[in-house]
């Protein structure tokens, strides 16, 4: 089943997400990391960029994956990512308000790309923290052409 | 941060992917798509018929090399990557990249990552402040 285009621009519900210094070490060592910060217990703690993957990949999917109109299925591979940051590095007490959206829903050959967008602000602020941009690889599920498909 | 220009490399970052690493970052990122640890479901869906690393380790390791590149977090503007190949695990990998612009204080940074067996796993660009 093609995945369902009028989705296109959908705004899912937003989310929390509070960046915890235990997380921010158990992801620096999950990446062999060495910049002594990942892993203070001090006020210089400061998460790698890369540390959004936690808040952004799993749960700004997970409001699709569970949307029934949207016509996601299992088969699928992650194609590409995109990290925009804003004005400084996370820190242990950050709260974040996280709200995805769907960008794009484009085709190639008999595979489907999803674009998925998750905006992530500072919750006191306002201010961006950090903008994903995750294309999911729907596997074998493009339309078929009219002339297939008759 | 001096004598940045066009063509200066980074230091490479080499890592393996094997069984700990995987449930490693699994349990770190939260995604534990079995397709990273689990060779009976493995065998079933992964285009290689085995275990592969997840996408967002490969480019966790880029992003280690440009950050370490870069002086720092606060100093990463962007990272893109394209997850052009599995990464099978029980294989290392090394990422690097090469400076390909300098202007207004920022670097633009081809990125990298190639499998041990030669075959270029991940694509990428990132851009730093200076």
Redesign the interface.
Known sequence: MALNQDKVGETYPSYTYEVTRA?IH??A?????S?P?YLSDGDDC?????FA??FT???GGAALFADPDLGTHP?L?????????GD???RPGDHLDCTPRIADISIRGSNEMLTVEVECRFQDTGELAVTS?GVIVFLGSAPQTEEGAA | MSAIEVGTQLEPVTQPSNLTASVMYAGASGDFNSLHYDQDFAGQVSPTGGIIAHGMYSMGLASRALTAFAGGPENVLEVAVRFTRPWPLGTSSTFGGEVTEVEDGVATVKLWGDNEDGTRILRGTGRIKL
């Open positions: 997380k158990e992801y060592v999950a990446l062999g990391e910049d910060r400061v998460a790698p960029p890369t993957a936690c990949v799993i749960p088969a591979v992650h194609g590409s990512q995109r990290y925009v940051y400084r590095a996370l941009e």
